[in-house]
């Protein structure tokens, strides 16, 4: 990967000033802290493509205005005694590398680039939360390379970005932004934003007190001692996360979405909760949401990280599967409705509910949509016949997405979108469930999901642990 040479671009905004981090940011920050040189994990790797014709003034000039418009984009952030805070930049400036690619590789080059780029953690106390580069075809600019720190945006904000570096690169003038992160801090910290985030803790406090403490029994809890080298518990194949891609499982979510009206991600999280329910012997699932917490034009153009942690809960000991559906989606409204919070405060109600369960209380199953469309749009076509349904599940493919030495959940599951496919993702602790049944939990998900929408029972097809 050749660089010609190293660019540079800068910025100028309209305030310097610091603020107490968001409350999105605070919960990102807790992770990055915890992973430490593994926090590249929450980078956010993106690539653009740029139109014909552009030169590299004019693109260096856009990814400028790009900065100079959020200031999400030109903030430090670092640990102080009066806690977390964010340091916003008026001006400045940052380094772009340019890369040259042959006729025809730009795309696969700056797909390298960007992967490159977000292999590095950020330092966050000296470096911007973002890094570019261009990718030149004989010397004019085709794809530009992008990578973000998750603390500074989060996948929402990533989309609002690229669509505003689209419009800058063709010499449009998009609408500024009229709401910013130091607007946010101060909007949680007095009024409806303080308020709204006392009545999330107190949910949270009574939910913690009514709920199991934990989904995998104490016992079953791993041991950091004498597993550094095991295949099955220790070194880099101690977390394993696998993929599956399931048109039947898209095809049977629609159906029973549509007999049950909801959307298609409630479907997936109650076939989440039933799985896990099931499978620890729990008749109540627990699990952590990932909400995106924009609930009005104003948060929904905000270029911040904004997501926090949904705690959420529901009795899957239920006759149907069609009735935890729509349990689920009481339930998930009740939790996405306190998902907006001071987490170092929710930090201390879960401190304390683990002292009232003796230490047993543990978080760590979640459940992640991540789909930006709720319906799939180009569904195999099929007559909606058992026969043709049961036919898709053998085009289902699972494969190995990637392992890691640490990672801070037990269970987590989450789908992607294409438009003709479920894509399902199951990462878990494989001293809690054994590689082997990480496939195993992902086709029953998918079994499960046929059954139900062929009309048969369905949750008696769930596999319980060790059996």
Request: net charge negative.
């Given at each position: 990967?050749?660089?010609?040479?190293?660019?540079?671009?800068?910025f100028q905004?309209?305030?310097?000033?610091?603020?107490?981090?968001?409350?999105?940011?605070?919960a990102?920050?807790?992770?990055?802290q915890?992973?430490?040189?593994?926090?590249?994990?929450?980078?956010i790797?993106?690539?653009?493509?740029?139109?014909?014709?552009?030169?590299?003034?004019?693109?260096?000039a856009?990814?400028?205005?790009?900065?100079?418009?959020?200031?999400?984009?030109?903030?430090?952030f670092?640990?102080?005694?009066?806690?977390?805070v964010?340091?916003?930049?008026?001006?400045?400036?940052?380094?772009?590398?340019?890369?040259e690619?042959?006729?025809?590789?730009g795309?696969?080059?700056?797909?390298?680039?960007?992967?490159a780029?977000?292999?590095?953690?950020?330092?966050h106390?000296?470096?911007?939360?973002?890094?570019?580069?261009?990718?030149?075809?004989?010397?004019?600019p085709?794809?530009v390379?992008?990578?973000?720190?998750?603390?500074g945006?989060?996948?929402?904000?990533?989309?609002?970005?690229?669509?505003?570096?689209?419009d800058?690169?063709?010499?449009?003038?998009?609408?500024?932004p009229?709401?910013?992160?130091?607007?946010?801090?101060?909007?949680?910290?007095?009024?409806?934003?303080?308020?709204?985030?006392?009545?999330?803790?107190?949910?949270?406090?009574?939910?913690?007190?009514?709920?199991?403490?934990a989904?995998f029994p104490p016992?079953?809890?791993p041991?950091t001692?004498?597993?550094?080298g095991?295949?099955e518990?220790g070194?880099?194949?101690?977390?394993?996360?696998?993929?599956m891609?399931?048109?039947a499982?898209?095809?049977a979510?629609?159906?029973?979405?549509?007999?049950?009206?909801?959307?298609?991600?409630?479907?997936?999280l109650?076939?989440?909760?039933?799985?896990?329910?099931?499978?620890?012997?729990?008749?109540t699932?627990?699990?952590?949401?990932?909400?995106?917490n924009?609930?009005d034009?104003?948060s929904?153009?905000?270029v911040?990280?904004?997501?926090a942690?949904?705690?959420?809960?529901?009795d899957?000991?239920?006759?149907?599967?069609?009735?935890v559906?729509?349990?689920?989606f009481?339930?998930?409204?009740?939790?996405y409705?306190?998902?907006?919070?001071?987490?170092?405060?929710?930090?201390?109600?879960?401190?304390?509910?683990?002292?009232?369960?003796?230490?047993?209380l543990?978080?760590?199953?979640?459940?992640?949509?991540?789909?930006?469309?709720?319906?799939?749009?180009?569904?195999?076509?099929?007559?909606?016949?058992?026969?043709q349904l049961?036919?898709l599940?053998?085009?289902?493919?699972?494969?190995?997405?990637?392992?890691?030495?640490?990672?801070?959940?037990?269970?987590?599951?989450?789908?992607?979108?294409e438009?003709?496919?479920c894509?399902?993702?199951?990462?878990a602790d494989?001293?809690?469930?054994?590689?082997p049944?990480?496939?195993?939990?992902?086709?029953?998900?998918?079994?499960?999901?046929?059954e139900a929408a062929?009309?048969?029972?369905a949750?008696d097809?769930?596999?319980v642990a060790?059996?």
């Open positions: 990967m050749e660089q010609r040479r190293v660019g540079s671009l800068r905004g309209d305030r310097t000033e610091s603020a107490p981090m968001t409350w999105g940011q605070r990102i920050w807790k992770s990055i915890w992973l430490d040189e593994g926090a590249h994990y929450y980078n790797p993106r690539v653009v493509s740029a139109p014909p014709g552009l030169t590299v003034a004019r693109a260096e856009a990814l400028g205005r790009l900065l100079s418009r959020h200031e999400a984009l030109r903030t430090r670092e640990q102080t005694v009066q806690g977390p964010q340091n916003v930049s008026a001006a400045g400036e940052l380094t772009v590398p340019v890369h690619a042959p006729p025809g590789q795309a696969a080059l700056a797909d390298e680039v960007s992967r780029l977000a292999a590095e953690p950020f330092r106390r000296e470096e911007w939360p973002f890094r570019c580069a261009l990718v030149l075809e004989q010397g004019e085709v794809q390379a992008l990578v973000f720190s998750h603390l945006v989060d996948f929402w904000g990533v989309q609002q970005v690229e669509q505003d570096l689209r800058l690169l063709a010499g449009q003038d998009p609408e500024p009229a709401w910013q992160p130091l607007d946010q801090a101060r909007f949680e910290t007095e009024g409806p934003g303080a308020a709204r985030g006392t009545a999330s803790v107190e949910y949270w406090r009574r939910t913690l007190a009514s709920v199991p403490p989904m016992a079953q809890l041991s001692e004498g597993t550094e095991s295949e518990t070194g880099a194949e101690r977390f394993v996360r696998l993929r891609n399931s048109p499982a898209a095809v979510a629609s159906t029973l979405a549509d007999r049950c009206g909801v959307s298609t991600g409630t479907v997936l109650a076939g989440t909760a039933a799985l896990l329910g099931t499978y620890t012997g729990n008749s699932a627990v699990l952590q949401l990932i909400a995106v924009r609930h034009e104003r929904r153009r905000l911040a990280a904004m997501t942690n949904a705690l959420f809960s529901l899957v000991a239920r006759p149907t599967f069609e009735e559906i729509r349990a689920t009481l339930a998930g409204m009740n939790a409705r306190f998902a907006q919070y001071d987490p170092l405060v929710v930090d201390g109600v879960i401190d304390a509910a683990r002292e009232a369960s003796g230490g047993v543990r978080l760590s199953s979640f459940f992640n949509d991540v789909r930006l469309n709720d319906r799939w749009e180009q569904l195999p076509a099929t007559d909606g016949s058992e026969q049961r036919a599940t053998e085009k289902t493919e699972v494969s190995l997405i990637g392992s890691w030495e640490r990672q801070d959940a037990d269970f987590f599951l989450h789908t992607t979108y438009p003709d496919t894509l399902l993702y199951l990462m494989t001293a809690l469930i054994p590689r049944e990480i496939e195993r939990l992902l086709r029953a998900f998918e079994r499960l999901l046929v062929v009309g048969r029972p949750l097809t769930l596999p060790g059996s």
